[in-house]
């Protein structure tokens, strides 16, 4: 190996630059120099040892001997210009033309040179090109017939049988030789040829099976002819259970026109196509059993650069495509669509809200300008005491209006930033919703509503803030009021439950659309009922005591229907303040705490089935004797 490496490094400069880019067109050009190269040189130098033994050289021999020369300059013809085919047709027609001068000199056709005509197109088949091969093949064929012809004219000189004897031989054992050397070099380029596919194919294998996107192979029909081994992680199955039309079943039936569209788009119009569609995966859950979710695939996918043939001898081209997991893209994107529709819609709604807003603040100031202007020129307009009296109620009643405009957009922006605090407190409620009609008995008389109450006596005291469930029954009931026509009915009921207790308030009136029920109680969001500005209102009212309840830790639930009413439930701890800090209590889930107690509260019922068991339930909660409601 040492001898020969720096003969292996010569021919390796020898090879041209553009053959160097390819591992197998580099090993036919190095094929194609070395022996050439090697082989002249040896003939070359041996040579003289012949001369010495024959003596002087005949007109065959010197032919001979220039011919060694010709193979060397084949050899840097290919070095210096790369041209492989060309290269091989000028060795072609070079020992063509020797053999043809050889044969011409000693028999003609039965010479022994003959026989290096058959070499010839064997010489060629290395070039691996058929052009190649017909022109050599055609050059024996003529240097044949031509030797043939010589004959027949008796153009031939004569021979020396003793000569022809020992050149006979020479040349069937030197043909033979190089036929040998030409066979040993195709076996040498086959093996090489082998080595380098293997090579391609392993790391191709290597990049198929370590890739995360899936790499596939498909019909002009979408049918699937390869995958790569990342199927079976992407799709959780069986690649096998992916071909032919394997992946086309698992596509959702929505997006399967635009799979198919791509794969015949790239294999039809030889363009690359993008597409994105969703597949089913097969996933197993924590009990075991086989699911099927979508998934989000991006597939990204061009025809291939040879097209294949059917039956019929068509050309059928076939696509590769690229296929990729996007779930959480396509995730991240719809959360960014919903924000984005979210914050427009929030600033519609602050559009109307501001709208509204403006009408409600205005009513009560023009009316209290209106009518102080008034006072204030009574002189002129010889107002008399009723009047005057008239005139202060409705500025009192238009200042106390705005008031409650402001204190309400006060109170909504206290609970949107968390600063509204609530102050627990033992109270009656079944009091407290008895003052919450008295306080809207008149205005629902003049609407020509009833207002009915359905308390009973034995409702427990409850721990909350006095003031917020005043406020909160209060908006319920307005709203309830404003929204019923006249000769409808507005109710509020309560009643006790475990530790909870619920306040229901029903009307009759307009209803909510579906649309608008998922929304009401966001701040700055009036339904539909409420923008051609039929009823009064800032639209507040519902976002305010969504927030008081939660403050409270209780629960709010909304049940309305377009025309038929609406029912709104609002449920509170009895003892919210207990409530709050179980919420809040480090290392217990709010579940199990919540458990423990309910299970304590129902115990105590059981065992005390009387009208005051409620009460005594109330006291459980809170750790502290209660006392009883009047």
Known sequence: MGLFAPVKAYVETLVHPSAQQDALTAARHRAFIAPRLLGSIIALASFPIYLLARGAPSVVELMVLAWLVVPILTAYFLSSTGRYESAHMLSSLALTGLVTAVAASTGGIASFAAIWLVVVPLEAALSASRRVVAMASTLALAAAGFLVLLGVEHLLPAVDPNDHAALAAFGIVSAALYAAGLALGAEALARTSFWLLYAEEDRYRLLARNMTDVITR?????????????????????????????????????????????????????????????????????????????????????????????????????????????????????ALEDARAEAERANAAKSRFLATMSHELRTPLNAIIGFSDMLKNESVLMLDLERRIEYAGLINDSGNHLLSVVNGILDMSKIETGNFEITPEPFAPAKLIGGCCEMLTLRAREAGLRLEKFVGDNLPEMIADKRALNQILLNLLSNAIRFTDRGGAVTISARAEAANITFVVEDSGVG????????????????????????????????????????????????????????????????????????????????TVMKDVTAQLSSKIAMHPSSSALQDVASLCADRPVKKSA
């Open 218 to 334: 498909h019909d002009r029909d979408g049918a699937v002819l390869f995958m790569s081994p990342a199927a079976q992680t992407l799709f959780g199955c069986r690649t096998v259970d992916l071909h032919d039309h394997g992946l086309f079943d698992r596509v959702h039936v929505a997006d399967r026109p635009a799979y198919l569209t791509a794969l015949g788009d790239a294999a039809v119009l030889a363009e690359s196509r993008s597409v994105e569609f969703r597949v089913r995966r097969d996933v197993v859950d924590a009990a075991g059993q086989a699911i099927a979710q979508f998934v989000w695939i991006e597939m990204r996918c061009r025809p291939l650069d040879h097209a294949a043939s059917d039956n019929s001898g068509a050309a059928r081209r076939e696509v590769v495509a690229v296929l990729r997991d996007v779930t959480k893209r396509k995730s991240q994107e719809q």
């Open 512 to 591: 909510i659309s579906d649309d608008d029920l998922a929304r009401v109680g966001e701040p700055y969001f009036q339904a539909r009922a409420s923008y051609g500005r039929r009823h009064g209102g800032t639209g507040l009212g519902l976002s305010i005591v969504k927030g008081l309840v939660r403050l409270h830790g209780g629960e709010i639930s909304i049940r309305s229907r377009v025309g038929e009413g609406t029912r709104i439930a609002v449920r509170l701890p009895l003892d919210c303040e207990r409530a709050l800090q179980v919420i809040k209590q480090p290392g217990r889930g709010t579940v």
